[in-house]
Antibody
Framework: EVHLVESGGGLVEPGGSLRLSCAAS????????IIWVRQAPGKGLEWVSS????????YYADSVKGRFTVSRDNAENSLWLQMGSLRVEDTAVYYC????????????WGQGVLVTVSS | QSALTQAASLSGSPGQSITISCTGT?????????VSWYQQYPGKAPTLMIFDVSDRPPGVSNRFSGSKSGNTASLTISGLQAEDEADYYCSSYTTNRLPHVIFGGGTKLTVL
């Protein structure tokens, strides 16, 4: 059974850093792109970043480019989102999700992790 | 890039059919048959309900169906049930400046 589990969320001050993790199981991790999506409190879904199976293709939304870095280790079936220069508007639940076939069909999602940026 | 456009809320009675529309542009919905729909209950992660405009993942009820015309995609739920009360988000693949996914603002469906 496919599972994605995020961890690493919490409260951080503006300008601070945080590293989110996404642990995958139940599928051949290297065969899939993984997407980070966030959802601010009471708001809709927003694409944050994408990383292909062998990290060949990495993309970021304009809102996080230059501040966030995504990486993965296929040997560990793990993915990370390093977030820096955090802003109040980065406050959201962050989800990692599996891209079914490189067309951004997100067929499995983690449970999400809350990141709160506040002083 | 602006989000796809969805009605903020819709309501229907049990047994009725409802349709949620999702309007994009020629850069996203109009160019690709990679429209998906997600259902989200409060406090839970989204769940894939429809992909590639009209395909259903295993386990999703055939009461859910999708379609597309031009720059607008639609999700129809027939035989509305209380358990269908949730938020629904559309999404589309786009290559506008770079490959990514764009989401609709979400529609809160209330079953009366």
């Amino acid at each position: 059974e496919v599972h994605l589990v995020e961890s690493g969320g919490g409260l951080v001050e503006p300008g601070g850093s945080l590293r989110l993790s996404c642990a995958a199981s139940g599928f051949t991790f290297s065969s899939y792109s993984i997407i980070w999506v966030r959802q601010a409190p009471g708001k809709g879904l927003e694409w944050v970043s994408s990383i292909s199976g062998f990290s060949t293709y990495i993309y970021y939304a304009d809102s996080v480019k230059g501040r966030f870095t995504v990486s993965r280790d296929n040997a560990e079936n793990s993915l990370w989102l390093q977030m820096g220069s955090l802003r109040v508007e980065d406050t959201a639940v962050y989800y990692c999700a599996r891209d079914r076939g490189a067309t951004y069909v997100l067929d499995y999602w983690g449970q999400g992790v809350l990141v709160t940026v506040s002083s | 890039q602006s989000a796809l456009t969805q009605a903020a809320s819709l309501s229907g009675s049990p047994g009725q059919s409802i349709t949620i529309s999702c309007t994009g542009t020629s850069s996203d919905i109009g160019s690709y048959n990679y429209v998906s729909w997600y259902q989200q209950y409060p406090g839970k992660a989204p769940t894939l309900m429809i992909f590639d405009v009209s395909d259903r993942p295993p386990g999703v009820s055939n009461r859910f169906s999708g379609s597309k015309s031009g720059n607008t995609a639609s999700l129809t739920i027939s035989g509305l049930q209380a358990e269908d009360e949730a938020d629904y988000y559309c999404s589309s693949y786009t290559t506008n400046r770079l490959p990514h996914v764009i989401f609709g603002g979400g529609t809160k469906l209330t079953v009366l």
